[in-house]
Every structure is written in structure tokens, then in C-alpha cells.
T-cell receptor, first 115, second 109 residues
Framework: GAGVSQSPSNKVTEKGKDVELRCDPISGHTALYWYRQSLGQGLEFLIYFQGNSAPDKSGLPSDRFSAERTGGSVSTLTIQRTQQEDSAVYLC?????????????FGPGTRLTVT | EDKVVQSPLSLVVHEGDTVTLNCSYEVTNFRSLLWYKQEKKAPTFLFMLTSSGIEKKSGRLSSILDKKELFSILNITATQTGDSAIYLCAANTGNQFYFGTGTSLTVIP
């Protein structure tokens, strides 16, 4: 079946512009995660959605970052007034459910470059 | 503070060698330990471990968890150039996954 998809695969933007990154999870997966991976670093948790529950936003680095998940499926991560330190690969993952233990399935990521 | 530490940071071996990658964790409400292989952008799932002492095996890869000493190892035998990648481990605490920075493995022909 189809895996997790993300778009765009690459995004180059100027400092100060807003960007939107999209994630389509595996159909039927109720849990959805966003991570950020900077060069040479591990995965940094950003936000977690589980079904219709309020999202866990504890990993968002600043109020310039926000995310939503419509209809319990597609998610959009928005970064406002981008800064050069926002340059990273943004990975989305989904899981059949929340609460663990369970596997995560990752999308191919969006490489964001802020110039 | 919840954390996951992997070692070594990087490793260069010749084809046919056996490697052992280490992952130690300190997290509250531990549920499982996961290993991923990351070649380009998307990490691909290798193993999930929930019980101590039970080895999981897939071809030349195997992994085991020690919940008393809070660590896991990933073994790769008879390495091939296609094993070159970053290997990530993550500790799951229910809703959260805490990732290490990874071990970069390079296999030389």
C-alpha cells in the first residue's frame, strides 16, 4: 500500500517568507508526527497528533511554527517568517495508533533551505 | 531529562566485517526501543524491541535489548557496501519518541 508522502521534496525560500509543508500519512493511521533533522543531528520532535485529541506541541521551537491536521488525515506544518536556522529536513511519520509500543513509518522528508 | 545516546558516532569497516552499534537510553515510561536505517532522507524501520534478552533477527542484522542496564545493540554481520547508512535508535515512551544522533556506518569494498 501507499506509504507516507510529503510535499514538496525540496523548498528554497528567502528569509522572512512563510512556508507550508504537507504530509499525507498512511491511510488509517491515527498518529502523526513531525520531526526536524538538521545536518549531522538526530531527529528533533516537533509535534504529535493522535486522532481527535489536542496535539502535543511541546517540541515546537518557537511560535513561528504551527501545524494542523485536517479530518484526522493530512497535516500541514507552517513556518512563518522563516530564519536561516530553520534550514533542515522536515520528516513526517505516522503510526497505526498512539500510546505505544508501536512502529513509526516515515515519509521521504522535505528539505527546507532558507537563504 | 529524557535522552538517547548512540555510539560510536561513526564507523568505517571493510566488507565482510562484523559491527556492533550501541544505544543507551534514559527515559521515563519506557515502552520500546526502535532501530532505523537512514540512507537518504527517510529512516526505514528495522526492529522494535520491548522485552529484555530476546534477540530479534532479520538476515544479517540482529538486535537485543537490556532493560536493566538500559541499552540495546544492533549487530550487522558480513557487512556489505549497501549497509552504509546512518543507524538511528529511538526510545518510545508512549506518545513520544526520543532519537539518538545516530551512528554513521561506512562499508568499504
Amino acid at each position: 500500500g501507499a506509504g507516507v508522502s510529503q510535499s514538496p521534496s525540496n523548498k528554497v525560500t528567502e528569509k522572512g517568507k512563510d512556508v507550508e509543508l504537507r504530509c499525507d500519512p498512511i491511510s488509517g493511521h491515527t498518529a502523526l508526527y513531525w520531526y526536524r533533522q538538521s545536518l549531522g543531528q538526530g531527529l528533533e520532535f516537533l509535534i504529535y497528533f493522535q486522532g481527535n485529541s489536542a496535539p502535543d506541541k511541546s517540541g515546537l521551537p518557537s511560535d513561528r511554527f504551527s501545524a494542523e491536521r485536517t479530518g484526522g488525515s493530512v497535516s500541514t506544518l507552517t513556518i512563518q517568517r522563516t530564519q536561516q536556522e530553520d534550514s533542515a529536513v522536515y520528516l513526517c511519520a505516522s503510526s497505526p495508533r498512539g500510546g505505544g509500543p508501536y512502529e513509526q513509518y516515515f515519509g521521504p522528508g522535505t528539505r527546507l533551505t532558507v537563504t | 531529562e529524557d535522552k538517547v545516546v548512540q555510539s560510536p558516532l561513526s564507523l568505517v569497516v571493510h566488507e565482510g566485517d562484523t559491527v556492533t552499534l550501541n544505544c543507551s537510553y534514559e527515559v521515563t515510561n519506557f515502552r520500546s526501543l526502535l532501530w532505523y536505517k537512514q540512507e537518504k532522507k527517510a529512516p526505514t524501520f528495522l526492529f522494535m524491541l520491548t522485552s529484555s534478552g530476546i534477540e530479534k533477527k532479520s538476515g544479517r542484522l540482529s538486535s537485543i535489548l537490556d532493560k536493566k542496564e538500559l541499552f540495546s545493540i544492533l549487530n550487522i554481520t558480513a557487512t556489505q557496501t549497501g549497509d552504509s547508512a546512518i543507524y538511528l535508535c529511538a526510545a518510545n515512551t508512549g506518545n513520544q519518541f526520543y532519537f539518538g544522533t545516530g551512528t554513521s556506518l561506512t562499508v568499504i569494498p
